[in-house]
């Protein structure tokens, strides 16, 4: 039993890291590296934020 669990372990992690690379690759071939290290979330909440004193 303890072997069975242990291919299945290893069968997940190889498919996990398959699908992080397959994810790796569209998100590079789709996106520009200025998109991908933009701070777009932060001015967004910045411009939405009121600040009362």
Known sequence: ????????SWG??????LWMLYDWFKVDTTYTEDVLTS??????EA???KHRI
């Open 47 to 49: 411009v939405s934020e």
């Open 39 to 44: 701070s777009r979330e932060g001015e967004l």
């Open 12 to 17: 997940i992690s190889i498919v996990l890291a």
């Open 1 to 8: 039993m303890w072997v069975a669990l242990s291919y299945a």
